[in-house]
């Protein structure tokens, strides 16, 4: 059965004077699709918040299934598409960063080890906590889960058949991505980086 978490993006942000991290508060929806599928895909997003925090970016190595991933994601992103009856017109390309690929990475390995799809890390961080842990500086973010899916374009075909996937790949106010894939589990992470 095809399986989403869906969070709302309505939501409103608090500011401080200090350097302390803002962020908002999601409701969760459970929908479920009545197509059997094998497949399970989910997806997050949250909008308007930051995080004050420096990044840690490293040099690293892009990895191949990041790489494929971005490259879907840009080549989608290059034409008009309707996702779920909203139309979208082509829009930028999304640039790597190294740490989403981490964070991608450590996520693909907890719902592995958890053997379930989940925004939220083995110690209970949300998706924007794990982000302020890998000291990423954002101003929205977004992630595809998976499962199931033997190779990246499967499953960037079964999110771009998804309406709040393909929304997410297709958000003009992403401009980074990373990913990756751990024993069948696929993570993509988007952001609108901030300074």
């Known amino acids: ?50 995080s004050t925090k420096k990044s840690n970016q490293n ?25 779920a009856g909203k139309q979208y017109r082509a829009t930028t390309e999304l640039s790597y960063l190294c740490d989403l690929q981490h964070m991608a990475e450590e996520q693909a390995e ?20 794990r982000a302020d842990r890998f000291a990423i500086p954002w101003l929205s973010i977004g992630e595809n889960v998976a499962s199931g899916y033997k190779s990246a374009e499967d499953v960037h075909n079964g999110w771009m058949q998804s309406g709040a996937h393909c929304n997410n790949i297709m958000n003009s106010d992403y401009d980074h991505i ?18």
Not at 110 to 129: I, K, P, R
Not at 180 to 194: L, R, S, T
Request: hydrophobic share 35%; aromatic share 10%.
């Open 1 to 50: 059965m095809l399986t989403f978490i869906i969070f709302s993006s309505f939501s409103t942000v608090s500011s401080c004077a200090s350097a302390e991290l803002t962020t908002n508060v999601k409701a969760l929806n459970n929908l479920n699709n009545k197509n059997k599928n094998k497949y399970n895909i989910s997806y997050k997003s949250e909008l308007f918040a930051y």
């Open 110 to 129: 907890h719902l592995y080890t958890m053997g379930t799809l989940s925004h939220t890390s083995a110690n209970g961080e949300t998706l924007s906590e």
């Open 178 to 195: 990373g990913a990756a894939e751990h024993q069948g589990y696929w993570v993509v992470v988007f952001i609108k980086k901030g300074s």
């Open 59 to 83: 040099s690293c190595s892009v990895t191949t299934v990041s790489k494929k991933i971005r490259h879907l994601a840009n080549e989608s992103r290059s034409k008009k598409q309707k996702c």
